[in-house]
């Protein structure tokens, strides 16, 4: 490689960088997806080429920004997010919007992985969520509810069978109104 295409290497790697830096959930994850999409199969030799010798300033960059988003997630959990966001259904007072973006939420953190659902199920969620859906208007928070409830019964072997039995059996109720 010629010290012109090294120089251009490194201008686009540093603006690459910088990109990523400033970037927000969104704009990672487009930089990520565009990344995988154009070097899937290349070799280590080719991507440290690519990056000018520095493929490990990016490496650093993505596990940081996987690690504080588990941390992010976990702080949530920990200061008690689950349980407002499950509280929040349960009022009268909280208007339909509100409670389909706090099911959205709870959609989320279970899709996050197996020790989030069992948290929203030892949390007295399954029983929460079907509450809303039965009380709900509107057919977005359905949609949601019912999703959810799908979630934290698949990859949960712990509440497998309680979640189950209780979607099923509210499912049936449902039908028969």
Known sequence: MSRTEEAANIGKVLSFLAEW????????SRMLNAFLRENTGKTFVELELQFAQVSSL?????????RLTDQYLMEFLED?????????LSHSQTNEDDKAEALHLLLTISNAGRKYKEII???HGVRAIVECLA??????TQVIAWALLESLSQGNPKYQSQNCSISLRNRKKMVKS
Do not use: I, P, Q
């Not at 830096?21 to 990672?28: A, F, I």
């Not at 990016?58 to 996987?66: G, Q, Y």
């Open 21 to 28: 830096d400033r970037g927000d959930k969104t704009v990672r």
């Open 58 to 66: 990016f490496l650093a960059r993505l596990t940081t920004w996987m």
């Open 80 to 88: 008690g997010g689950v349980l407002t966001l499950l509280d929040l």
């Open 121 to 123: 199920c030892e949390s």
């Open 135 to 140: 009380n709900s208007n509107t057919e977005e």
